[in-house]
Structures are given as C-alpha cells and as structure tokens.
C-alpha cells in the first residue's frame, strides 16, 4: 500500500469534511490557518542541551522500564486481581512517546521496544473493544478508566499517524466505539466521585476523538464531544481544589487545546476563550512561577508560593503544548520565550540528569523529592512533551518560510516554495551562551525567502550578521532576514546574556530570584558549606553586583541577615535542574537595581505583541 498518497487522499477528504464541521448552530465554518507549522519529527534533529535530555529520556529512562511488568500486566491480568496505585497506569501516555521516540530516532531498540508494546495492547483488547485494568461492573464509571482508555487510543492513532499501521488503527477504533457507545448521552453518571470535576476525569478524551476523526472520518466521534460539552465549556479559573470545579490546570489546560485543534475546524472564536483566561491568569494574575511554569497542589494558584506539592509535571507538558500551538495560530515571539523558560527550568528540572528519575512535583523552595513509580500520569506525560521538542524548534511560515523559535545544536529540512529543501545547521552552546550560528543551504539557490530569529525579551543588546555583513534588529520580538539565499550562507546571532535580579510578587514580595537568559538558578545546601543550618529564606542577596559565571555555576555575595557591610557570605548558584537545588529567591537588600519579570504583563505595558 502506498501510504503517503493513501495518506494525502486521506487528508483532502478530512479537509473537505472539517469544512462543515459546526458542533454548535453559532459556530462558524470558515475555519483558522496557522501562520506556522510544526516540521514532521523525522525532519528535524536536535543536538544541544534539548538533544541531551532527549536522549536521557530514550536511553536512561525508556530502555530501562519494566514495559511488560509495570506497563502491560494490569491489563493482562484477566482475573482483575491487580491493584494499581491510584488507578492510573499510564500505559497509553508512555506508548505515544515511545511511538514518537522510535520514529524520530530510528533506533532498533526503541522500534521493538515499540512493537512490544503495541503487541501487548493488542492482546489486552477483550472483543467488545476495551482495554483497562478494571472488571465489567467498574468501567467507565470508574473515576480513571476514560482517561487511561482515551491515552491508549491517541497512543495507538499516533502509531496509524507516523508509521502507517493499519492494526494499531483497527485497535483504536474498536476502542473508541467502546467509548463512544458506553458514554453517549450518559456522562453526568460516569464518575462515582462527585469531587472530580468531569473535565478531569475525561482530561485527553476530547483530543482523543479529534484524532480519530481526522484518522478516520468517522462522524461519531466528532458527536460525542457535543455530549461532554466541549465546545460549550466555558468556565472561570479557579484557585485551589473547590466544588464543583476542581480548579486543576492540566485538565484546564489540555481541554483548552482541545478547544484549539476544534477552532482550526470550526473558525468558532468563543473556543478561544478558556486559552485566553488561562494565558491571561498566568501573565496578568501572578499565575506563572519563575520556573515558567505554575500550580500549586495540582491546581491554579496566584500566591507565588512553591514548596512540596508545586509544579506538576503534567500541568508543565500541558503548558508547554499550549505555548507551542498559539505560536503556530499567531506567529508572536512573546510565546517562544515562554516555552523556552518553561522547558530550560520546570520541564528540565522534573528529570535526573540521566534521565533515569522523573518527578511529578518541582517546587522551587525546600526539597524536590523523585517520583516513585514509573508509571501513573506525570512520567507518561513528561516522556510525551520531550518527544514533542524536536518539533517546537523551527516552524515552516505559511507565507513561506523559516522561523527558528529554540536555540540549540541541531539540523532540520524544511520545504520551502520555490527553494526547495532547506537544510538548517544549528551550531551552538545556547542556553550557555548567546552565541548562535546558521548555515542555511537550499536544495534551488537564488530564491528569496525569510527567516526569522526570535529575539527573547530578556535581551536587550543582539547582533545578526550574514556572511560576515550587519543585519539591522530592533529590539525583542522578530528579527526576519529577507534575501536570496545560496548554499553555505551563513547567520551569526550574538545575544547579549546579562544577569538580572527578577523581582518576586506576592509570597516573594521583598525577594529576588537570579536569571539568565532563560536560565533560572538556584542554592544547593551541598554545594554551599559555609551556610550551615542557616534558613535559607534569610540569605540576603547581593543585587548590586554581577554574578560571575563559572560553567554552568556562578558566584554571587550574600549577607547571612540584612545588615551594611561587605558581604560575609560566597554563594554558588547552580542552574535550576540541579536535582539538589533547594531555594530560588533570596530577600533582596534594596529595591534599586531590581526588574520585573519580562514575561509577565503589566496593565501599562505597551507592546505589539499579542502575549
């Protein structure tokens, strides 16, 4: 079978079909076209620090899991005697990355770590469609039993989607009718725990049946997502674990993406508006951490406060994924600097430096504890954003062209119109220094075309040249190179790296945290002998002087309490993954010298962009 024609048929048939698509009598059906588009995965190879953690995750965590002991044998275990911690196994979630991973890589041993894997799915289906961990009385009713069974489908239309598997397709969808037919019109009787918002405890499932449909065409699956109420949702944030919503961001968030992918089918502009007050609280309401990420206990917060139950993993991929797709609708730089924060610190610091451990929390004050289980809903999903990145560095422009949203060592073919194939050669050390060369070589020198560099808001000082000639820039946002490219041109962009003391709001009000470009660094006691059992909320930090840089460390003064006087205390930051990290924000002796954190907005903050 011819896969790629059978596939682009395919697509002008659900192109045709999304047309008319109108989940409501108001919705338009015009549509939205995104002004970027992600490259395919096996398009694009990332080296640099996303590269490193990428492979961490392939080789020190994927290779190393127990697949058929903690992964398959709850859902092969027919007499229903297993018990799984928390009802989640995450089998469904860990099965799109690795699906992911093994097409990105081509490595054989993730390809059969695959195959495993999806041979095991496969026998797990009992004939009515299900697969699950739970006996016949407990399905679908059970609180988790839609969320695992809707990860397994999207893990198994992934595989359809990347590797042309007809089995792996026939598998889903007999796994979705059972869905389908068992939840419509019958879901405000499907959770027996009435603290449960729903949106939780079918979190993925409207993303699920939305890539089905495109899979498939089949018009039920777009049906059922009017019974859970998808494109009527409309809800405001709410703070803390409250009836009856359950104010829990990775199910906010990954509805609202859900709402997203139904907006580029419908054109209907209320479905923007749960992504808005989400962007919003987190920019506007002191919602987003300085990890770049937020949450506290799982659910929205806006006190700034980060200690043992902070920052969950899930919310961070879903955060992630959300910054990725509005940059894809409105081309704003604004984003990229948001997703890169989140992905350097909060993402970076939920795994060892080997990739081995995983969190499911990472407050930056007090002690990060590693998660310890393999499985359930933070693992899975910090495995599926890392096999997401290599797609979030370049995007190819609808207008035609190429814009490079993360720095890192990397190469990438993008199509061009009338150029042909672009390869795009990444040399860099980025996040440890500014330093960023391009070499870009069309497969049909002399077109014109641009590209476009994201020039964070944190840097106040870049320079581009191209083959050695200055290229104007001015200021944050987008720098667009516009010429007729050769083979062997070449970009240097050179982005100015100073230290800034960013300062806290809220619970850090008085506080300051030390960045980098995108940077956060934090104390680690082990490193910093000479602060004993001194708390570590009192260290006074010297903000009116730089830090100097010692590798990925630096060397900053501090007071052991507000007093004149030199300094008495050395201290090394190191950056934020450092698993042993303990605090991030230290009192800061005097206001002056301070700055506001540049991704946060302020109401007389004026600006171009959109976020």
């Not at 495993?116 to 009713?141: C, F, H, M, T, V």
């Not at 059972?178 to 979190?203: F, Q, W």
Request: with cysteine.
């Amino acid at each position: 079978m011819n896969h790629r024609s059978d596939g682009i048929r395919r697509r002008l048939f659900i192109k045709a079909a999304l047309a008319s698509l109108a989940l409501d009598a108001t919705a338009e059906s015009a549509g939205f076209q995104d002004s970027l588009a992600p490259l395919p995965l096996n398009k694009v190879k990332a080296g640099g620090l996303i590269g490193d953690r990428i492979q961490a995750i392939c080789r020190g965590n994927l290779l190393k899991l127990d697949i058929d002991g903690d992964f398959l044998a709850p859902f092969l275990d027919k007499d229903h005697s297993w018990r799984v911690p928390g009802g989640f196994v995450g089998l469904g979630t860990t099965t799109d990355a690795l699906v992911r991973f093994a097409y990105y890589t081509g490595d054989p041993e993730l390809l059969a770590l695959k195959q495993r894997a999806l041979k095991g799915i496969a026998r797990a289906q009992e004939s009515d469609g299900y697969i699950g961990i739970n006996p016949p009385a407990r399905r679908i009713r059970e609180v988790w039993d839609v969320h695992e069974l809707n990860y397994l489908v999207y893990g198994l239309v992934t595989d359809y989607r990347l590797f042309g598997s007809e089995k792996s397709l026939a598998i889903a969808r007999r796994a979705a009718d059972y869905m389908v037919d068992r939840m419509s019109g019958k879901m405000p009787r499907a959770v027996n725990d009435s603290e449960i918002h729903m949106a939780l405890v079918i979190t993925g499932f409207d993303r699920t049946m939305l890539a089905i449909y495109a899979a498939t065409g089949d018009r039920r699956y777009l049906d059922i997502l009017r019974d859970v109420g998808l494109a009527a949702w409309d809800l405001d944030i709410v703070e803390g674990r409250k009836k009856p919503y359950y104010g829990h961001m990775y199910a906010f968030l990954a509805r609202s993406l859900a709402q997203l992918e139904l907006y580029h089918r419908t054109g209907d502009k209320r479905l923007l508006n749960q992504t808005m007050k989400a962007v919003d609280f987190l920019r506007k309401r002191n919602g987003l951490l300085v990890t770049g990420s937020g949450n506290n206990i799982e659910c929205w917060s806006s006190d700034q406060s980060s200690t043992g139950e902070s920052t969950e993993t899930c919310a961070t991929a879903y955060l992630i994924r959300i910054l990725d797709q509005l940059q894809r609708m409105y081309a704003d730089p604004g984003l990229g600097d948001m997703m890169e924060r989140a992905i350097y610190n909060a993402l970076f610091a939920a795994m060892s430096p080997d990739g081995r451990r995983l969190r499911y929390w990472t407050p930056f004050e007090g002690p990060r504890q590693f998660y310890g289980h393999d499985f359930m809903c933070c693992p899975g999903n910090l495995r599926r954003i890392v096999s997401e990145l290599p797609g979030m560095i370049y995007y190819r422009q609808a207008r035609g062209g190429i814009t490079v949203n993360l720095y890192t060592a990397s190469t990438a073919t993008i199509g061009v119109p009338h150029a042909g194939d672009v390869t795009v050669r990444q040399e860099t050390d980025y996040p440890a220094s500014g330093s960023v060369i391009l070499q870009i070589d069309p497969s049909q020198p002399g077109v014109s075309f641009p590209v476009s560099l994201r020039i964070p808001r944190w840097c106040r000082n870049a320079s581009i040249s191209v083959n050695g000639k200055p290229v104007p820039v001015n200021g944050p946002g987008y720098a667009e190179i516009r010429r007729k490219w050769r083979l062997g041109d070449r970009i240097e962009l050179s982005l100015d790296m100073p230290w800034r003391f960013v300062r806290g709001a809220q619970t850090q009000e008085g506080r300051a945290a030390v960045l980098r470009g995108p940077l956060l660094y934090c104390l680690n006691p082990d490193l910093n002998p000479a602060i004993g059992g001194l708390d570590l909320k009192q260290i006074v930090l010297d903000s009116d002087n730089q830090p100097r840089k010692h590798g990925t460390a630096c060397e900053i003064g501090a007071w052991t309490s507000l007093r004149e006087g030199p300094p008495d205390l050395k201290l090394v930051l190191t950056e934020f993954p450092d698993p042993g990290g303990r605090a991030t924000y230290f009192v800061a002796r005097r206001d002056a010298g301070l700055v506001p954190d540049e991704l946060l907005q302020t109401h007389d903050e004026q600006t171009s962009q959109r976020f």
